[in-house]
């Protein structure tokens, strides 16, 4: 396996990485997640809207992989918390796996009252006529200007499947996979296990929807990054952070779905956020890639890196004296304190 860092990332000292170069323009991001299942996707959604807030990107849209419906009120009242009213939402209807466990952080942070008060307030359900996610991003892609939207997906690939599939509509007459490859400059995706001798096994998001996941590998068009399960395995998220560094404290959103989902304290891998953070700012990460070559997912599920100079996809690495640092810089992105940390 071979460690590459990535656009110059040298790790300064144990605990930190360069700091990332200016980004004279939002990124347009779109994301695909599945809260519900994992309490990762609530801090790499976190981690976007602070980046929305600090001006580096510009989130187009969220598209819910989850077969939950009360996880489009989850998403919309989150987001609403941090002040990103009416975002566009899309849904999967009828997903080839129905993931029938609500999650339970989702009904129970939505049911937490403090004060006889909902710490979230979501203004919609199922019931406002969300669009399917890939109808979505067929709408998103089609008024982004060519080559600038990164795409992140987190979650079973069946929205992103979908997209693929679809035929020009009322929003472009390109088909889908057209419109990736003119809209889209990255694809950033949690999925998969790569060369690792302690990880090796089907990874989870992979399986869920098993033709999703084969179809996404095989067809989407440009250059794609998938962090594997082994490299958000080995960086932890701290629940220290959790517990004290969100506005409201062990009243915030965050705070109170984090002890929902498991009694705290613990530190949780960061599968979710290692896509994000490398999508948003790969030279600050203190994470590494492959060489270039092309990943294919197998009728098992086991996913397979076969080297190759002209191939679009890679996957993330991380070495062990860089974790620390790739650590605090999850904090500081998912906390928000990066405007004061890094003032330049």
Same mark, same amino acid.
């Given at each position: ?116 008060? $909902?710490?979230?307030?979501? +203004? !919609? ?6 669009? @399917?996610?890939?109808? /979505?991003?067929? #709408?998103? %892609? ?13 979650? $079973?690939?069946?929205?992103? +499947? !979908? ?6 509509? @009322?929003?472009?007459? /390109?088909?889908? #996979?057209? %419109? ?165």
């Amino acid at each position: 396996m071979k460690h590459i860092a990535l656009l110059g990332c040298l790790c300064l000292l144990a605990g930190g990485c360069s700091q990332p170069a200016e980004v004279p323009e939002p990124i347009p991001v779109i994301f695909d997640t599945d809260p519900g299942n994992d309490i990762d996707d609530v801090l790499a959604l976190q981690m976007l809207l602070n980046y929305h807030k600090e001006g580096r990107i510009d989130l187009r849209g969220i598209g819910i992989g989850k077969m939950y419906p009360r996880a489009i009120e989850y998403v919309d009242a989150y987001c609403r918390h941090n002040g990103l009213n009416d975002i566009p939402l899309g849904y999967v209807y009828d997903g080839a796996n129905p993931l029938p466990e609500a999650g339970d952080y989702v009904t129970g942070t939505l049911d937490t009252l403090i004060g006889g008060k $909902p710490i979230l307030t979501p +203004a !919609r359900s199922i019931a406002d006529d969300i669009p @399917e996610g890939y109808k /979505l991003y067929r #709408r998103l %892609l089609a008024e982004a200007a060519d080559s600038s939207v990164v795409f992140i997906a987190v979650g $079973p690939y069946t929205n992103v +499947a !979908r997209l693929l599939e679809s035929p020009g509509d @009322e929003f472009s007459p /390109l088909t889908g #996979r057209e %419109l990736a490859a003119r809209k889209v400059r990255l694809l950033s995706v949690m999925g998969g296990t790569y060369n690792d001798d302690v990880f090796n096994n089907p990874e989870w998001n992979v399986m869920q929807d098993l033709g999703a996941s084969r179809t996404l590998f095989a067809e989407w068009p440009t250059p794609l990054v998938a962090s594997g399960s082994e490299v958000g395995t080995r960086i932890l998220y701290p629940a220290s952070s959790v517990l004290r560094d969100f506005e409201g404290g062990e009243a915030a959103p965050l705070c109170v779905s984090y002890k929902i989902y498991k009694p705290m304290p613990y530190d949780r891998p960061t599968w979710d956020l290692t896509s994000v953070l490398y999508a948003i700012e790969p030279e600050g990460s203190c994470l590494g890639v492959s060489e270039p070559g092309t990943i294919t997912i197998a009728e098992d599920g086991y996913s397979r890196f076969t080297p190759d100079p002209a191939g679009r996809h890679r996957y993330m690495t991380i070495a062990p004296e860089d974790i620390p640092g790739a650590a605090a810089r999850l904090v500081e992105s998912c906390t928000g304190r990066r405007a004061e940390n890094n003032p330049n």
